[in-house]
């Protein structure tokens, strides 16, 4: 057994224990690749919450063998989502036994020894040598929902696409005024092209409309300018609906990776408007790439518009006027995915910190929902295929949207993360 020494005390407290109960432990700085098992510190390291996770997913790299037990330790903390990770990994490594141990206290090595045989099971472990599973449960309808004061909305990546769909039907049931953030500008409509959704034939206007301005366009500076037009057409769309359904809205550039650009964002809310009242986190990109072929640029920005998002906000709003917290994770945070290791990490931390949250805020709505594909968003026609195939039915934009606006204003309070969709198989 190998243990890695990312957290020197930890791993050196874990050798002496695990020695006690008769099992011999090297600690090394990486994964040999010649050992069965391994138990990773990177998790229980006082670093960084991006620096732990892509350590952690660059130290399985070296460790991975036909028939080996990789066990990432974490703590049970907020910014904790290792188990996205092994989950991943048991999707991409079949070979492999992955499993994510979450320690709610410090845990001695001999505790952790009686598990060793459960290693492709991710447990919440204690003290005292009990564990908890993960487990889907029942689906409970949410209640009618009540009549509540109207609120003060921020909603992160909700111009556009899904979770704009989201925002509408929450106005619809609630009323308020929302705030829709995002990194694109909203950007006017060009006088002399007319209006189409389409960016292929809007390129080609474009383009017609500046060579008959005596221009000579760049294909890539056509793209860029099509795509802005047609980002600020669809954040202008999404605001008419939110007014049409009776709330107020509207939009404000925010890029929930810049700490900057959020401060400035949320200064601006507090002076207009006051204190937020909901919040929803829709934000996100995805990278999909293999774990060996992972980069650690695109893991960076991964987590930092979903997971290091989240957090910028969190620590410039005050928490405690927040009623409702809605917070858009995948499937593959829940049940792992090709190609999604950072993915389903970021997401699994909102998972985690949507559990911290409602500990501090038991009076509000918080929810963490964990979505199969929807019929768009980043599902685009490749992607639709390759569900279709595999007998995965994409969640519809109407159903989703009511699904989401009712779980949040009227589910039930003790159900904090909610598995959305079907499971894809696991070719």
Known sequence: MEVTLAEPAAAHALQTGLAAAGILATLVQAPSGGAHTILFTEGLA??????????????????????????????????????????????????????????????????????????????????????????????????????????????????????????????????????????????????????????????????????????????????????AAIAGMEIRATLAEIRAAGAEAHYLPMDTSDPVSVEAALATIRQRFGAITGLIHGAGVIADRLVEEKTEAEFRRVLATKAEGLFHILARIDRAALRHVGLFSSASAFFGNRGQSDYAMANAILANAGRALQAELPAAQVKVFDWGPWEGGMVDATLASHFKQQGVPLIPLTEGARIFAHELLAGDPADVELVVGTVWSDT
């Open 46 to 227: 006082a670093t960084p919450m991006t620096a732990r996770h892509w350590a952690a997913l660059a130290a399985s790299r070296s460790a991975r063998r036909p028939g080996a037990q990789l066990i990432f330790l974490q703590t049970l903390s907020a910014d904790s989502g290792l188990e996205g990770l092994a989950r991943t990994l048991r999707r991409e490594w079949p070979d492999v036994a992955a499993a994510c141990w979450t320690l709610i206290e410090n845990i001695s090595g001999d505790v952790l020894a009686g598990w060793l045989a459960h290693g492709a099971e991710d447990l919440w472990l204690s003290p005292d040598g009990t564990a908890r599973r993960a487990a889907l449960g029942p689906f409970i309808a949410p209640r009618p929902i009540p009549l509540s004061a109207p609120g003060l909305w921020l909603v992160t990546g909700g111009a556009r696409g899904v979770t704009a769909n989201c925002a509408i039907e929450v106005a619809r049931q609630s009323g308020g005024t929302f705030l829709l953030a995002g990194r694109s500008a909203e950007t006017p409509w060009p006088t002399d092209v007319p209006e189409t959704a389409d960016l292929k034939s809007l390129r080609g206007l474009m383009a017609s409309a500046a060579v008959n301005r005596g221009e000579k366009p760049s294909p890539a500076g056509i793209d860029k300018t099509a795509r």
